[in-house]
């Protein structure tokens, strides 16, 4: 069983770069794909991107694509989120998931098993 911690969410200004972390505790993360997905106030869960098992696959929203990049250290259990040219439409909490899933199924919430608490990203205009 996966558990996931986020970390390095905060406030920025409009234009400005975080990035995310989020650290998995179980012993099999490498055969876990990884996603990330934030939920705004009075919206639903939606998808940010994803990253295959081995890291040699990435999918993006439309929205963040060409901004954020997704990566992952299997030999550290974590994986990441760079956002750069953050805008305040991307305001919101920010999770990761895990999922046995891979291909084009990772772009959705059911695939996933496990989540983490969340970590919230506020941009300021």
């Known amino acids: 069983q996966e558990q996931l911690v986020e970390s390095g969410g905060g406030l920025v200004q409009a234009g400005g770069s975080l990035r995310l972390s989020c650290a998995a505790s179980?012993?099999?993360?490498?055969?876990?794909?990884m996603g990330w997905f934030r939920q705004a106030p009075g919206k639903e869960r939606e998808f940010v991107a994803a990253?295959?098992?081995?890291?040699?696959?990435?999918f993006y929203a439309d929205s963040v694509k060409g901004r954020f990049t997704i990566s992952r250290d299997n030999a550290k259990n974590l994986v990441y989120l760079q956002m750069n040219g953050l805008k305040p439409d991307d305001t919101a909490v920010y999770y990761c998931?895990?999922?046995?899933?891979?291909?084009?199924?990772?772009?959705?919430?059911?695939?996933?098993?496990?989540w983490g608490q969340g970590t919230q990203v506020t941009v300021s205009s």
């Open positions: 998931a895990a999922a046995e899933e891979t291909g084009w199924a990772l772009t959705r919430a059911a695939p996933y098993d496990y």
């Open positions: 179980g012993r099999t993360f490498s055969n876990y794909a």
């Open positions: 990253i295959n098992q081995n890291g040699g696959r990435t």
